[in-house]
Nanobody
């Protein structure tokens, strides 16, 4: 089994920045993709960004140019740096890790962008 734990959410003013951290523990030897999704109230969960084990990255159009995902394979950690935050970025952000069998999800961390 793999356990995924996020941290770093909170209240941020529009235009501000924050970094979300995520660590995967347990049976992590065959994890390949790690990334972030988010779910705003009343909306479906959407993929924000992910990183493959080889370092390839992919971003949602809504965050391109404002978000950077980075990863430490040795520590099974992934980070999401978000800048120029907008009220529409308000959501619960979930970290995930993928191995050959399934996806593992964290409990989520709330990000609120408001003045």
């Amino acid at each position: 089994q793999v356990q995924v734990v996020e941290s770093g959410g909170g209240l941020v003013q529009p235009g501000g920045s924050l970094r979300l951290d995520c660590a995967a523990t347990g049976s992590t030897l065959d994890i390949y993709d790690m990334g972030w999704s988010r779910q705003a109230p009343g909306k479906q969960r959407e993929l924000v960004a992910y990183s493959t084990r080889s370092g390839s990255t992919n971003y949602a159009d809504s965050v391109k140019g404002r978000a950077t995902i980075s990863r430490d394979n040795a520590k099974n950690t992934v980070f999401l740096q978000m800048n120029s935050l907008k009220p529409e970025d308000t959501a619960v952000y979930y970290c995930f890790a993928v191995n050959r069998n399934r996806e593992f999800w964290g409990q989520g961390t709330q990000v609120t962008v408001s003045s």
